[in-house]
């Protein structure tokens, strides 16, 4: 029981676990429609992207959450611009914008003298968190979550099939650049948290994992949210023993836990009917 309990004993253990579950469920929910409409590498873009904005933003003394969130949304938007307006396939818009934005991120942080850690964007600083970590993140996931499980069939439709929702009198529109907000929103709030890296795989895996051992959406959504969660209290507690930093064991567990439900699926698949 104390292999258990003692990494939890330490405050900063207990916060460090707070703020995993706290971007985890908006996270996770996301992931599901993500992995559902094709916009996987949406979420690792705009992870990406978010660098310019957080150090312009350091450098004229603004918040970093706030250059986070317009670099998100200037990504998203010019790529959803681009992929409207020319015959390159969305995939590949979406890799040139997200890696021209990288790269200006990091060609305008080794030119200007700054404090700013760069591997805390990069990597996070989960065991470090301040009550403003708290705050901005707490809220960000709260709107998120509440938006994507109240209208969670609106956006099922429009990743199932935008033509019928149009039909069926929804705002296209609306939700498709909506879910693009909600993306950078959620990327904002786990800057702190697991970082721009590794935040890709909080808003992949989860679903990702859930598609596999699920076929209804209610059911694909709390899956994910679970598996999100119980691979965040796991990979802390083993970052503890391991000495290892927490964002990446937290990636680590759920590779595995994805690993694992494939095999389980391809067993089930050959299993005689």
Not at 48 to 59: D, E, M, N, Q
Request: charge should be neutral; charged fraction near 10%.
């Amino acid at each position: 029981m104390t292999l258990l309990i003692e990494p939890f004993a330490y405050p900063f253990m207990v916060k460090a676990l707070a703020m995993a579950v706290i971007v985890a469920v908006p996270a996770a929910l996301l992931s599901c429609f993500l992995v559902l409409k094709g916009w996987a590498l949406m979420g690792d873009g705009i992870s990406h992207a978010v660098l310019p904005g957080i150090v312009l933003a350091h450098i004229a003394g603004l918040p970093l959450l706030l250059g986070a969130f317009a670099a998100g949304m200037f990504c998203a938007l010019a790529s959803g611009w681009l992929d409207a307006n020319s015959r390159i396939k969305p995939d590949t818009i979406l890799g040139i914008v997200m890696a021209g934005m990288f790269g200006l991120g990091i060609v305008i942080y080794t030119q200007v003298p700054t404090d700013l850690h760069l591997d805390h964007i990069l990597f996070g600083n989960i065991l470090g968190l301040g009550r403003d970590d708290f705050v901005s993140a707490g809220g960000i996931s709260a709107v998120v979550a509440a938006i994507l499980i109240l209208k969670g069939r609106d956006f099922a439709l429009l990743a199932f099939d935008p033509v019928q929702a149009r039909v069926a009198g929804l705002k296209v529109g609306w939700l498709h650049y909506g879910l693009l907000a909600m993306i950078s929103a959620t990327v904002v709030a786990m800057l702190s948290a697991v970082g721009i890296i590794l935040s890709v795989s909080l808003l992949i895996a989860p679903g990702a994992i859930a598609f596999l051992l699920t076929r209804r959406l209610p059911a694909m959504m709390l899956t994910a949210v679970l598996i999100a969660v119980a691979a965040s209290a796991i990979g802390i507690w083993a970052s503890f023993w391991l000495d290892s930093a927490p964002a990446p064991t937290i990636v680590v567990v759920l590779t595995i836990a994805f690993t694992l439900a494939f095999a389980a699926r391809q067993i089930l698949n050959r299993a005689p009917a």
